[in-house]
T-cell receptor, first 112, second 115 residues
Framework: GENVEQHPSTLSVQEGDSAVIKCTYS??????FPWYKQELGKRPQLIID?????GEKKDQRIAVTLNKTAKHFSLHITETQPEDSAVYFC???????????FGGGTRLMVKP | ETGVTQSPTHLIKTRGQQVTLRCSSQ?????VSWYQQALGQGPQFIFQ???????GRGNFPPRFSGLQFPNYSSELNVNALELDDSALYLC??????????????FGPGTRLTVL
């Protein structure tokens, strides 16, 4: 089955700096890669996703890149703000509506 | 916030008991997936229901079972509770095949504690 690894497990940045979180996956059939943000005690919230027919997607301060050959994808957050502090999860699936395999999560701390 | 709701919010059970968790999907969504999230870990897929039929199952024992109703709401049942079943149980609804809008949206979860 699919295996998703996520790094780093914790990331501390200064407000205004950029943050990058990386994930690798094992199943070459995976073609859908969402990123979720989970604040303490709350539900995972989809922040951005990318499908295998594109290499990069951007939404304001958030961008995701995908390298299908190397089987890795990354989340980039620019101009970080304290409210970006949360746990971020990457996931992979062979279809957006099918089971998601999650990475272990990255705790992002943005220091004011 | 998504339109996915779950009940109850919190639940405390003792080992060996049975529990039923409920999920109402977002309007228009016909698919519900259930995930278990242990403390400090990513969610793990339990199973998915599509149009009232199980449509995929993760690596969970048969004492984890589910149902989906004609209105697409869903239940997760866990029998013979074990201490390791303590976790946040999340459901997610989606509308597969709808193109760019077929992503999964999570409910707030049910925190289950097994003593």
């Amino acid at each position: 089955g699919e295996n998703v690894e996520q790094h780093p497990s914790t990331l501390s940045v200064q407000e205004g700096d950029s943050a990058v979180i990386k994930c690798t996956y094992s199943d070459s059939a995976s073609n859908y890669f969402p990123w979720y943000k989970q604040e303490l005690g709350k539900r995972p919230q989809l922040i951005i996703d990318i499908r295998s027919n594109v290499g990069e997607k951007k939404d304001q301060r958030i961008a995701v890149t995908l390298n299908k050959t190397a089987k890795h994808f990354s989340l980039h957050i620019t101009e970080t703000q304290p409210e970006d502090s949360a746990v971020y999860f990457c996931a992979a699936s062979n279809n957006a509506g099918n089971m998601l395999t999650f990475g272990g999560g990255t705790r992002l701390m943005v220091k004011p | 916030e998504t339109g996915v709701t779950q009940s109850p919010t919190h639940l405390i059970k003792t080992r060996g008991q049975q529990v039923t968790l409920r999920c109402s999907s977002q309007s228009g969504h016909n698919t519900v997936s259930w995930y278990q999230q242990a403390l400090g870990q990513g969610p793990q897929f339990i199973f998915q229901y599509y149009r009232e039929e199980e449509n995929g199952r993760g690596n969970f024992p048969p004492r984890f079972s589910g149902l989906q109703f004609p209105n697409y709401s869903s239940e997760l049942n866990v029998n013979a509770l074990e201490l390791d079943d303590s976790a946040l149980y999340l459901c997610a609804s989606s509308l597969p095949g709808s193109g760019s809008t077929d992503t999964q949206y999570f409910g707030p979860g049910t925190r289950l504690t097994v003593l």
